[in-house]
């Protein structure tokens, strides 16, 4: 017997991975990919599942990809994964506990990720996020330019197993994905009219990197750990670096 919950996922390219995380969703009762032009072997490995619907849509930014994938489901609960992330057995097991109890509307998930192909050392501090919920209860906002996340309107429960996440498996990738989603960042920030700072500015990345290598206890995974929460410090960084450079374009333009 099926799962029932849609599992949809949005991709590019993500043919060196999506077999992996199409078994371990092969249980569920539908996947919907929306596919935003992959010129790999995403298709040919989808068309291999019989739960799976692939669909193209070209890309209109991370939020609003998600928000169509989500209106394709046809199931009242949904749960959402990246082409690269894989559902754990345990988790897979837990989810079908929570739907055939029914008393929660969400479950906040711990990812597990293998930075260059390794994962992280057992006590690192796992970030978690809503990929599970009822369908009607949850939204995305669509001013998100990246690092979107599901709304929740109800009550929402911590899943104790996690989603494996392998995509981050060389530093050039790694660093591209932190100069791209920056750039998005910073423009959501200045359309939502946030000011530049020169004080965070000053002090973003090395605190970012302390949270990360010490608080996140990422000094565990050896120099993994370090070279991981430099390139995260250097994210928050640019950020703030770009949101500047936003405003004194602007400034430029109207002659300030």
């Given at each position: ?43 040919d490995i989808a068309q291999n599942f019989k739960n799976v619907k692939i669909v193209h849509q070209d890309w209109m930014g991370y939020a609003k990809q998600k928000s169509l994938a989500l209106e394709q489901c046809r ?125 965070k500015l000053l002090l973003v990345m090395p605190v970012t990197f302390l949270k990360s290598y010490i608080i996140r206890r990422n000094f565990l995974n050896g120099w993994r750990g370090f070279v991981g929460s430099t ?26």
């Amino acid at each position: 017997m099926s799962i029932p919950c849609s599992v949809y996922i949005i991709t590019l390219n993500c043919g060196e991975w999506l077999q992996q995380t199409l078994e371990s969703v092969e249980e569920f009762d539908e996947v919907i990919i929306l596919d935003s032009g992959s010129t790999d072997r995403t298709y040919d490995i989808a068309q291999n599942f019989k739960n799976v619907k692939i669909v193209h849509q070209d890309w209109m930014g991370y939020a609003k990809q998600k928000s169509l994938a989500l209106e394709q489901c046809r199931n009242k609960w949904v749960l959402n994964l990246d082409g690269d992330e894989v559902l754990s057995i345990e988790l897979k097991d837990e989810i079908a506990n929570f739907i055939d109890l029914n008393t929660g509307d969400a479950l906040i998930i711990p990812f597990n990720d293998a930075f260059l192909g390794v994962p992280n050392h057992n006590l690192t501090k796992k970030h978690a996020k809503v990929r599970f919920f009822r369908k009607e209860k949850g939204h995305y906002d669509l001013t998100n330019q990246a690092h979107e996340s599901v709304v929740i309107h109800g009550e929402v429960c911590r899943a104790r197993y996690d989603i494996y996440h392998y995509g981050e498996n060389t530093i050039h990738f790694t660093v591209e994905k932190s100069n791209q989603y920056s750039t998005l960042k910073a423009q959501e920030k200045f359309n939502k009219g946030k000011k530049p700072n020169f004080i965070k500015l000053l002090l973003v990345m090395p605190v970012t990197f302390l949270k990360s290598y010490i608080i996140r206890r990422n000094f565990l995974n050896g120099w993994r750990g370090f070279v991981g929460s430099t390139i995260n410090a250097f994210y928050a960084f640019s950020k703030e670096a770009k949101l500047f450079e936003h405003y004194l374009k602007n400034n430029q333009r109207s002659g300030k």
